[in-house]
């Protein structure tokens, strides 16, 4: 026969670690049954991502990071993006140009579909200032050409002996667009450039022929 009776009692027997609705031993639960809440980033990608708590933790909430740059300026036209569709164009194949200067102003403009991946202004190395008469400035080279023997004319003599009907004129200080040689009639050799038309008067000391500049190394030829 017992005459005394010790039941143990239990700390966690309290509401909150009951849940909700039940009764223990008198105590009404109000434990929900629900887990701890965390939140998480997410940033988007090119494929669907699931989003899920770590174990043990409900989601509050997702954060979804933004980006300034999603905007249309910076998508390609004919794409959309989280909704956001581009408006800029793709870039057009390139295609070089090449340009003579002249006295008018040239505009220069791409082939339809193309567009302008360089241009190439010729250059000349007769533009300087000894070939430009002076004063004049041609695309900033200014000239310091001065005449000689008239307007526009520039004069340079002096003596070869020769015996072809070719005469390279060499060491002047500017590029002659004619010149007159003079042949000297001797009695031993007929005169030089005796194959033309109007053939030197033996009974002459000197006959003149027009020689006409034909570039190079200043070199001219007969136009008789």
Not at 131 to 148: H, M, P, Q, R, Y
Not at 208 to 217: A, H, K
Request: charged share 15%; proline share 6%.
């Amino acid at each position: 026969m017992f005459s005394e009776f010790t039941i143990a009692g239990d700390s966690d027997l309290t509401a909150g670690n009951i849940k909700s609705g039940v009764n223990i031993f008198g105590i009404t639960g109000t434990h929900e049954g629900r887990s701890p809440t965390q939140s998480k980033p997410a940033t988007p990608r090119a494929a669907n991502k699931i989003i899920t708590p770590d174990s043990g933790y409900t989601l509050s909430w997702v954060a979804v990071k933004g980006d300034a740059n999603l905007t249309a300026v910076n998508i390609k036209a004919g794409s959309s993006i989280f909704g956001v569709s581009g408006s800029v164009s793709p870039a057009l194949p390139g295609k070089p140009c090449y340009v003579t200067p002249s006295a008018a102003q040239q505009v220069i403009r791409p082939n339809t579909g193309k567009s302008i991946s360089s241009v190439t202004v010729y250059g000349n190395t007769d533009l300087n200032p000894g070939n430009i008469k002076s004063g004049v400035d041609i695309f900033s080279v200014i000239g310091t050409l001065v005449a000689e023997g008239g307007a526009g004319i520039q004069v340079a003599w002096g003596q070869e002996n020769f015996y072809s009907t070719r005469l390279n004129i060499l060491d002047f200080s500017f590029r002659p667009m004619a010149a007159i040689s003079y042949a000297v009639a001797s009695e031993l050799h007929m005169p030089i450039f005796n194959a033309v038309i109007n053939k030197p008067d033996l009974s002459s000391n000197i006959t003149s022929y027009i020689l006409e500049y034909t570039g190079g190394n200043q070199s001219i030829r007969r136009i008789c």
